[in-house]
């Protein structure tokens, strides 16, 4: 276990605000080329990458019905019971998140409004492998429905035999999602990119993926197609006072340890004590954990950091950014007022991080590696886009046109003047 | 004058819906060796590059009280109020546009939460040259100042003489910003991403700029610092019928021309002898611009196009996804229901670009490119961040315990699981 850091001098904090830095230029390369022919040659190419990566011949990559009703026949009562109960809170939460339409007169006869209007064509990735994320698929396709998306197209890998998970089909079908494609990794990012003879092209794409996915991500995202955000490697900070139950707390820090052996794991506390009763723990739960070795990794890199007050280690959590947040303490409402940059923030002893990965109703895709400073986790809003729009009457033109025009004549812009000036000699002239 | 263009079939919309492409991997290379140096150099490489490309020896990079105060006796009484006005309009609409706390409780013990917290840093960048934009620093500054925003760092390139425009000084100053540098280009772009002796780092950076501004804001957003939008020349597409004045909508078209020669200019409409009387006021009042070079540039790429019906229309510009869309109909209320892909919307006679472009109260940070597809324009939200929330209690993991159990071993997760189980244990001996 490593072993505890115990009140760091603020000079000390930038080793521990780090997050391990990826060079995604030297995928670049490959991912480019990857892009490129898809682009090119479309069906082909996915074809191609299909046999290359994923070892797999496939002919049709969208799903049939038939492959929808196999995978519910294959899904039993109690999971679908499950999904269910996930999909309600999560559609009941963000069903909330809608934004209303924001209108104001702020002069007389200048009538002002901001709407939003779903963004129509986007794409979700759902990782395969190891673990087939049922979750991403409610956390991305449930606010993409609620946005009322035209277009919502869904790319997930096929295993070597070219199947997809049942529970990954079952769940998108129950949301009402057709467009299901068994493609995976940077070429699903170019279908949905660029689209292709059976892949249509999107405007925004969302969700995880390994470094491959991130680094096409992030490519399209220098060509025009919006992206949810920069993903990097998960994150779990907790807070904790002597209050708080270090086994439930070692739970949760093993829980973020087994996504991956990069996961970042930070305790911060001012009890020495709890502290060294988490570590404790943490020994004793991963002893039989199926994915010991991966979360044995992690933990390596994780961080247990005695600190001098509340007040510090909010500090250092605000500058930290982390994506999920725990806070353990007995003021733990106090506190999460004070929280300025994190994902999600799970208060009190009841509140794991397993609940928001999956059913709480909160959304799971966070921004990472320090992100939450600038952008938002996935929720309704990134699945819409803002429009303002303005109505103008001629009372309303006499009120502001003359700032206007003195305005367009500082910044030496004659013609933005004219467009007032000939409206407002009109008005004169007709005497509106 | 071009020609117009007659009912195009779908086969040739795409032609019509292109944007001038540009290609930004020949200028990353400079670009990248301009963030290099100032990320390695800081000040040092800020001072070379102002004498390279501004041409100044600069000392101090930030504007000093005096500067500020000699800003101000230069101002006449009749600009400073336009600006009053114009900063008066824009705080009403953005003042309307916090985000509310959204909470509720799914199922009963699970509370769910989400916030609105500012971003702490964030940096403006107002371009200077031959057009100072004292609209941008409102249109950008405003909103800061609104959310919150701890720290607002605003970088503008200096003259020759090492001078800020005046107003600018003014108007940022009006807006409380204190942190104003004179450091343009690149360089600027560097310098607040990376942080130099003089310059704060800040997370996400705003603000128009040349292509080299708009190349290191694209390569800083793959280094974790968020940017506002991918910008490109400004756009303008303009739905008329009959009914609509030609001399107005011409003084519009000619508004966007002046911008740069790469300006965007489309007018569509069902009546031909409409965009020929446009055709014909353009022509006039071309005559008389000062930037008649540059406008008469642009309008060699505008499209006069005759369509239809107002469906077809209302189609092709939801596909076109234009900047600004000014909708001159005797309807135009009820067409502005079918916008789906716009920046900002101005209806009939009396709203022309140039409102929203200084007073009216609507930004004019606006995403062009087609990229109103996916992206909102700049707007209080762009300058804060979304946190999510949530409180369980003994009853709450009582009720959703059993699912995420389920969906955690469905993704073989078996810590996210524990984390679950525990709890449940601990509920059932405690009796709670």
């Not at 439930?248 to 996961?263: C, N, R, V, W």
């Not at 509340?310 to 004070?338: C, G, R, S, V």
């Amino acid at each position: 276990m490593k072993s505890i850091i115990k009140y760091p001098s603020k000079k000390d904090w930038t080793k521990l605000l780090e997050r391990p830095a990826f060079n995604y230029d030297e995928l670049m390369t490959s991912v480019e080329n990857i892009l490129i022919e898809v682009k090119n040659n479309g069906d082909e190419a996915l074809k191609k990458f299909s046999k290359e990566f994923d070892g797999v011949s496939i002919e049709n990559f969208q799903i049939s019905e038939k492959e929808i009703d196999d995978a519910k026949s294959k899904i039993n009562i109690e999971l679908k019971n499950a999904i269910n109960l996930a999909k309600e809170n999560i559609e009941r939460f963000h069903s909330l998140q809608r934004d209303p339409v924001i209108s104001c007169e702020p002069v007389t006869g200048v009538r002002v409004w901001q709407k939003s209007t779903p963004i129509e064509k986007v794409g979700l990735y759902i990782p395969g492998g190891s673990a087939p994320l049922i979750s991403t698929v409610l956390m991305l396709g449930i606010p993409a429905v609620i946005a009322s998306c035209e277009d919502i197209v869904l790319c997930t890998p096929p295993d070597s035999e070219g199947n997809i998970n049942p529970a990954i089909l079952y769940s998108a079908n129950l949301l009402g999602i057709s467009k299901i494609f068994k493609i995976g990794g940077a070429q699903a990012i170019a279908a949905m990119a660029y689209g292709t003879e059976s892949v249509p092209a999107v405007y925004k794409i969302f969700g995880p993926g390994n470094q491959y996915v991130t680094a096409a991500k992030l490519k399209v995202s220098l060509e025009n197609i919006a992206i949810d955000m920069p993903a990097g490697p998960s994150e779990l900070a907790v807070m904790a006072d002597e209050y708080a139950n270090p086994s439930f707390i070692a739970s949760d820090l093993l829980s973020q340890a087994e996504h991956g052996e990069d996961s970042q794991v930070i305790l911060v506390s001012e009890s020495v004590k709890l502290i060294e009763k988490v570590q404790l723990e943490i020994v004793k739960q991963l002893a039989d954990l199926p994915r010991r070795q991966i979360a044995e990794k992690a933990m390596e890199n994780s961080s247990f950091i005695l600190m001098k007050s509340e007040d510090e280690i909010m500090e250092f959590l605000n500058q930290y950014a982390p994506e999920h947040l725990i806070i353990a303490t007995e003021n733990n409402k106090k506190i999460a007022e004070k929280v300025q940059n994190a994902g999600s923030v799970f208060l009190g002893d009841f509140s794991p991080e397993s609940a928001g990965d999956y059913a709480s109703g909160t959304n799971h895709t966070l921004p990472t590696n320090g992100n939450t400073r600038a952008f938002s986790g996935v929720n309704l809003s990134s699945f819409m886009k803002k429009i303002s729009f303005q109505e103008i009457n001629p009372v309303g033109i006499k009120n502001i046109g003359n700032a206007i025009e003195l305005l367009a004549e500082a910044e030496n812009l004659q013609a933005h003047k004219n467009a007032i000036t000939l409206r407002l000699d009109y008005i004169k002239n007709e005497g509106l």
